[in-house]
DNA sequence: TTGTGTGCAAAATGTTTGCAAATCA
DNA sequence: TGATTTGCAAACATTTTGCACACAA
C-alpha cells in the first residue's frame, strides 16, 4: 500500500469512527509514514512539529492508539521502557518477529508464519485461545565485532 | 533446588562477589521465593516487609538486578510497564516461552525448545548473533467465555 | 453552532538516585 | 574501623489526564 493510499485509509478511518480528520493529525500520520526505521512517540512527535509546529505531546499520544487501531501503525515492545512505532506498509499479519540489534539499536522485522501454531499448540494446552504473540531476539552484531565497524551504522 | 539449597547459593552468591549479607536481602529472597506465582517489585516489597519491616522499595529495587544477575530470580517483561519476577527453580534455561492469561492475568511458563533454532536461523540472516529471545503468547480463558468462571480464578 | 480536539501543565506510574545515617565484615 | 548498605525523599522517564480554549463538521 502506497503512502497516498494510507493516508486516504486513516481519514477514512477516522471518519467512519465518528472522529475529526484535524491539521495535527494528519502532520503525526504523514511524520510517521515518513519514517524508514521504527520511531518512538518523542520522536514522532518531533518529525511532526516539523511539518506542523502546533503538534503538542498530548496529541500525539492520542494519536497513536488511532493509528494502531487502524492497523496503519504497529506497535512493539521490546522491553526499553518506551514504545517504538512502525508503519505497516501490508495487510498486517501480525505473525511478524523483531530481531533488536544490541549494537546498532535497529529493529528488524521478520516474518515468523510459525508462531501462529506454536500460540494455538500451547495455549490449547492450557485451555486458552491465543490472541496475540510475539516472538523478540536480541542479537549482537558479527562485523562490529572483527572489524569494529557495524555496516548498518554508516548507511 | 530446594528453597534452603537456593538461598545458600544467594548468600554465597553476594559474598563471593564481595556484597554483603544483609537482613534485608535475606528477607527480600525469602519472600520472593515463598510466592508461587509471578510478582512485581512492589508485590515483592508488601511480602518482604511482612518478614522484615525494615525493609524499603529502594532496596527491593536494588536487591532484584542482584537476585537476577544470579539466576536465582528471572524477569519477565510482558509489556504492561511493570516487570513481572519469578522464582527460577531449575538450572536456568533461556528457552522458556511466557503464556499470559487476558482474563486472569495469571503468567504461565513454557518450555519452548524451538526458540534457540529460530533465533540463530533469523539472525544469522542478518549477520548477527542471538544473545537472548523471547517468546509471548497472550489468551483468553476458554472455560471462561463458555460457562462464566475461570477455573483458575478460584484455585 | 457545538461538541470534539487541542495545548498546556499537572498527575500518574514504575523505577532510579543522592545523601546522611546505620550496619556488616 | 570504615566502606557498603540502607531508608527516605526527590528525581526520572514515559505516558495519561483535567481543563479552558480552538476548531472541524
Known sequence: MSIPAARDKFRKFLTQKGLRVTNQRLAIFDAAFAQKNHFTAEQLLDYARVIDDSVSRATVYRT???????????????????????????????????????????IFEISAPFMEWYGNTVSSKLGLTPVTQRLQVSARCDTLRMTGTCPRRAS
Do not use: W
Not at 79 to 95: A, C, V
Open 64 to 106: 497513536l492508539p488511532i493509528m494502531t487501531e487502524s492497523v496503519l501503525l504497529r506497535e512493539v515492545d521490546i522491553g526499553t521502557g518506551e514504545k517504538f512505532y512502525h508503519p505497516n506498509q501490508e495487510g498486517g499479519s501480525s505473525q511478524v518477529a523483531q530481531v533488536v540489534c544490541l549494537d546498532c539499536d535497529r
